[in-house]
Structure formats: C-alpha cells, structure tokens
C-alpha cells in the first residue's frame, strides 16, 4: 500500500489544514451545521476542529492503522455532511470545512472526502509503516507533493467551488 502513501499524508495535513479554522473560528460551521439540523455549537465544533488537528498530526507521527481508521471516520464524516448538503433545501453559503464564508459544499468537494476516507480505509486494512522509509532525499520531494496534493485538494474544494 505504499502507493497511498502520499494520498494519505495529503489527507492528513488536509485534516489539519481545516481543523484550525474550526478550533480557531467555529461560528461559520456551527451555523452550516445547524441549518441542516444538526445540532452542534461553537463549543462543540472548536472541539472537533481541535480533534481533527490532532488527528492528522498523530497519522503524520505515527502512520498506521489506528490513525488511518480514525482519518477514515473523519472524511467518512464529512462526506455524510457534505451530502446532506447537497441534498437540502437550505443555500449554505458555507460548509465551515475552512472557516471562510465562501466554501458551499459541491460534487467535487464531495468526491475530495469520499477519495481521502477510501484512501484511509485502504491504510487502515494494509498499513504503511513509515511514510518516509525508502525515500530519496530524506523525503523531501515526497513531503514537497504531499503538501502540493493537500493544497490542490483545498483549492477544489474551496475556490472552484466560489468559480461556478
């Protein structure tokens, strides 16, 4: 499963990437939330935004299969509420994954989720013990794509979804 290695350690730093946000600002996603009729304040989600940062620094650290089965929850989760949001009758202009106004939930923000729960799952089943064993560099350029990848990954998710 090294193949998923970068995949994976994208969705991880993604995790983190939305987790701030959350932990920092929850007010934008309390609200998302609570327009689709989950019940979830600005305490709870600071909480959770503080828990997916620590997530996605744990399955970085220690990359196996307890942290890719709780990365898989995650987008598992995410991919449930970014398809009730597709599917309800109330204009977000946000989903709050970022803590910016202007994130509405869109297909490719869902196919984002679903690709990196798939990907976690797969880890979590047949684990990479070491993200970084084997590469050139002392990892660097692996590190370098990662990150692009996590970036690419941010941008469909939130400014081509500002562009339709």
């Not at 499963?1 to 993604?14: I, K, Y």
């Not at 939305?18 to 689709?36: E, F, N």
Request: glycine share 10%; net charge positive; with cysteine.
């Amino acid at each position: 499963m090294d193949v998923l290695a970068g995949p994976f350690l994208a969705a991880a730093a993604l995790l983190v990437l939305g987790g701030v946000p959350k932990a920092v600002s929850p007010g934008d996603t309390a609200r998302a939330l609570r327009l689709l009729r989950l019940p979830v304040g600005p305490p709870a989600v600071r909480v959770l935004g503080a828990a997916e940062v620590v997530t996605g620094v744990a399955a970085v650290v220690w990359p196996g299969r307890p942290t890719a089965a709780l990365i898989a929850i995650w987008y598992a989760g995410f991919a449930g509420v970014v398809a009730l949001a597709l599917r309800s009758d109330q204009p977000l202009a946000t989903c709050g994954c970022f803590g910016g106004a202007d994130t509405p939930p869109t297909l490719a923000h869902l196919a984002v989720v679903a690709a990196a729960s798939l990907t976690a799952m797969a880890l979590a089943v047949s684990p990479v013990s070491d993200l970084l064993s084997g590469q050139a560099w002392l990892g660097l350029p692996f590190v370098a794509m990662a990150g692009l990848a996590a970036w690419f990954a941010y941008l469909v998710m939130s400014r081509l979804a500002v562009l339709r």
